[in-house]
């Protein structure tokens, strides 16, 4: 059995529990901003169904009817502001169990590693760098971040822009993804997704998921089936995604 062609990984959720650091990121921005606005976690868990940023800020504004209404312009400078203050919350973020594992094994046995999300660059290089290091973000042969593609997930550009620049066969891959709107993004441009569910995504179903965990399983840290195939010994590793592409 060959092994996968790629494995392509989420990050908000699925390389770390991010979504805190970026729900106070927010409202600290908000604040900075002369904002009433306050966004505590059953409101966010809501707005995350709209995926990027300043989707989310544009949503909340239109869709949800606050005040004061923002032009584009303010909300990106918005935006751009609350990234900023992102980066000074994740230092104590830690990777969920069993991604450090995976990108290790991956790395060893030579299969390309990739990122499809819809945050930021900037977000993604803050996160590697403070949980794997220095060097993390070149171990990616492709990062793909949410304004290089005209539509964010649950479409599935932003899939197919990293299978183009892999130059791979979706059917070989394997995406690594946390909620609904990433696993449709992954399928639909066909790819087989594994979901490892975040905190925020726990009411959501995934019936097009390969296997639904609660994480992808580590040493001494078994993951828990919530739905789908299950992996020998606990942990979702390279020898379980091969099976998995070619049963």
Known sequence: MTLPAAIIFDVDGTIAETEEAHRAAFNAAFAEAALDWEWDEDLYRDLLSVAGGKERIRHYIHGLGARPMLAPAAIARLHVRKTELYGDLIEDLSLRPGIARLLAEARTAGVPLAIATTTSLPNIESLLVSTLGEEAPGWFAVIAAGDMVPAKKPAPDIYRFVLDRLKVRPDQCVAIEDSRNGL???????????VAVSRYMTHETFPEALSVLDHLGDTGQPC??????APPGGMVDLATLRRWLTT
């Open 184 to 194: 449709l993004s992954a399928t639909t441009a066909g790819i087989p997704t594994v």
């Open 224 to 229: 828990h089936v919530l739905s789908g195939r």
